[in-house]
């Protein structure tokens, strides 16, 4: 009798360490299955028209006799108030900044001194939701260099910087981008998933990614393209 409970409690304890092995192993499998995921992109896109415009323009005066230039400075600054003023636009729209003085004699030799001493220069600048005003002012904006204003960048050297159009209702669109670009990154991992034989489960982690906001192109730049680009990783299932 003894012999037999021996024996009988060494098939327990077999299987028991069989039963143990098999658990384990299942838990290994499962441990693994939850651990495999895939990363994916999604990404939408609108096109949207600009609603903001600001444009600077820089000018400047050259001469020696201070009372001159700044004479000078202000016809041409006035100038450039009634060019927008006749184009539509408010006082409460042009702004125009202090006005920077240089004396180009103090960085030159007494040799090689520029025959205008001074250089006075500002920048008029207009910021406005009237879009389509700004563009048809941009095209006869030639009129102020044929009344003798100097435009320019900084110190008045160089072109006059164009109007910078912007886009400021992002956050009217951005939920239904990341909505779209989220969906667009599901459909990725699901073919990815039939392709390699398991099935999409949940998300394991997810991310906005980038927002970007550019020029439809060179010739449009009133038009703007807004991109989301969405990251998930999706766990995978047998």
């Known amino acids: 009798m003894q012999g037999l409970a021996r024996i009988a409690s060494a098939a327990l304890v077999a299987a028991g ?18 651990d495999r995921y895939v990363t994916v992109k999604g990404s939408a896109e609108r096109t949207v028209d600009a609603d903001l415009v600001v444009w600077p323009l820089a000018h400047s ?25 006749e184009a539509g636009f408010g006082a409460a729209e042009i702004s ?28 008029v600048t207009l910021r406005t939701t ?4 700004a563009l048809a002012a941009l095209r006869g ?8 204003v100097r435009l320019g960048g900084e110190g008045g050297e160089g072109a006059s910087g164009g109007p910078s159009f912007e886009f400021t209702h992002l956050n009217t669109i951005k939920p239904a981008l990341i909505a779209e670009a989220t969906s667009n990154a ?24 980038v927002v970007s906001i550019e020029d439809r192109d060179a010739g449009s730049p009133h038009v ?15």
């Open 17 to 34: 360490r069989l039963g143990a092995g098999w658990l384990a192993g299942q838990g290994i499998t499962r441990f693994r299955t939850d």
């Open 61 to 85: 005066v050259l001469g020696s006799d201070l009372a001159g230039v700044q004479s000078q400075l202000d016809a041409n600054t006035a100038a450039i108030q009634r060019f927008f003023a």
């Open 96 to 123: 125009v900044a202090p006005p920077r003085l240089e004396d180009r004699w103090v960085y030159s030799s007494v040799d090689n001194r520029p025959p205008e001493r001074y250089r006075y220069s500002t920048t």
């Open 130 to 133: 009237q879009v389509a005003k």
């Open 141 to 148: 904006s030639g009129r102020l260099v044929a009344q003798g």
């Open 186 to 209: 599901r459909r990725s991992a699901e073919q990815f998933a039939k392709d390699s034989g398991a099935r999409v489960s949940g998300i394991r982690s997810a991310n906005q990614g």
């Open 224 to 238: 703007k393209t807004v991109r989301v680009v969405s990251t998930v990783e999706y766990f995978l299932r047998d």
